[in-house]
């Protein structure tokens, strides 16, 4: 826990300045802020030195910007940008003032220059007087320690789906743990029942639960890619497995106790346990792939049959394929074949393809991504394609 110092009156502070007052810039660094790729470290240096074209800038980009609570990289690029994916180039406006994209505070203020036939961003005064100074009282309360910086993109829309959202290996899940039986005997387990595990357990104490895994297979070619387990809830380990012998010298078997912790779907017998990897909730910074990519949405995450803005997708690219974390990538849908009614001879006619959306690669395994659809004009479907922006 630190000690923060909180303002007499209600008026935006620029957490930097108040952070290097207080000596908490070492601790705000540790806080898992990410580093800034070459790439849009090159960008950026190349538009600070000219700006960006006027006509890059959307239709009614402001003059300023006051950064508030609330607000995400993604929402201010698109404030002053016609592609909010473009960021590195929103950053390299003002490079010489904002030198990490990932810390923007609430209470900055952004300029827009516009200037000799281009744009540029400039930080200007914070609220509350002369060097972003505010007059404080003597009330001190108690907080977690935060960078106070603005995310990249609205966070609570993936969060619930980072620990969920998993592609397992063939083998990986049916040779995990798994729930041999109920407490009283129970059907279904509700929060709190207990559960008994049999099978190689480590030291962990918290687990996930899922149901058996399905294969993710390729839109075209029908490859298996990955195997995508239905989330089902966490358990708690509770105490340790037993053996021991009968009084007729065969073998006793005591499984570990569980306690069900979460429940999002029904659990039962059967259902198999896999270990609650270390939650990762830091800044993703939007940014298009540096390579052509191409690719198709293999399903929606739900069982879902359409998807619509900010749901879920699995994309038959991943870390093999040069896909990251933070990519944005371009939905297209695909063109109706129709009759030409206007040639005497009625040809079937395929309409071209036509941009229908905007995905944001929020988790990436070997040969599949999950992606946050970030807009979209229709539904998407399983089997649409998606490229870069």
Same mark, same amino acid.
């Given at each position: ?146 960078? #106070?910086? +603005?995310? $990249? @993109?609205?966070? !609570? ?5 980072? =620990?969920?959202? *998993? ?127 191409? #690719?198709? +949405?293999? $399903? @929606?995450?739900? !069982? ?5 803005? =900010?749901?879920? *997708? ?76």
């Amino acid at each position: 826990m630190s000690f923060c110092i909180r303002s007499a009156v209600s008026v935006p502070v620029v957490f930097s300045s108040l952070a290097l007052s207080l000596g908490l810039v070492g601790a705000a660094a540790a806080a898992g802020e990410l580093p800034v790729t070459p790439a849009q470290r090159s960008t950026a240096q190349q538009v600070a030195q000219s700006g960006v074209a006027l006509s890059d800038l959307a239709p009614n980009a402001p003059d300023s910007h006051t950064v508030k609570s609330g607000d995400t990289l993604w929402a201010i690029s698109k404030i002053f940008l016609k592609s909010p994916w473009r960021w590195p180039e929103l950053w390299g406006m003002n490079l010489s003032q904002i030198r990490n994209p990932h810390l923007i505070y609430p209470g900055q203020v952004l300029y827009l220059d516009k200037s000799d036939g281009r744009a540029r961003l400039r930080l200007g005064q914070a609220a509350g007087g002369p060097g972003g100074t505010v007059k404080l009282s003597p009330r001190v309360r108690s907080s977690s320690l935060d960078n #106070g910086g +603005i995310p $990249s @993109i609205p966070l !609570d829309l993936i969060q619930p789906f980072l =620990n969920e959202a *998993v592609v397992f290996d063939t083998d990986a899940l049916n040779d995990a743990p798994r729930i041999v039986a109920a407490q009283e005997g129970h059907v279904l387990l509700s929060r709190g029942d207990l559960a008994y595990v049999r099978g190689e357990l480590g030291n962990l104490r918290d687990y996930r639960i899922f149901r058996s895994a399905q294969p993710l297979l390729d839109p075209t070619t029908k490859e298996v890619l990955g195997y995508e387990a239905p989330y089902l809830g966490t358990a708690e380990y509770a105490r340790p497995a037993q053996t021991g012998t009968l009084a007729d010298g065969k073998p006793l078997i005591v499984p570990a106790t569980f306690t069900i912790t979460a429940v999002r779907q029904e659990i039962n017998v059967g259902d198999r346990l896999a270990p609650t990897p270390s939650k990762d909730y830091s800044n993703y910074t939007p940014h298009a792939p540096g390579q052509p990519v191409a #690719g198709q +949405i293999i $399903s @929606i995450y739900g !069982d879902g049959f359409t998807a619509g803005q =900010n749901q879920i *997708v699995a994309l038959n690219r991943g870390k093999r394929d040069g896909i990251e974390r933070g990519h944005v990538l371009a939905l297209w849908r695909d063109g109706e074949v129709v009759i030409d009614k206007t040639d005497t001879s009625h040809p079937s006619i395929k309409l071209p393809d036509e941009r229908n959306g905007m995905l944001f690669v929020f988790s990436v395994f070997d040969r599949v991504s999950y992606a946050l659809i970030l807009q979209v004009l229709d539904p998407a479907r399983p089997a649409d394609r998606f490229t870069q922006p």
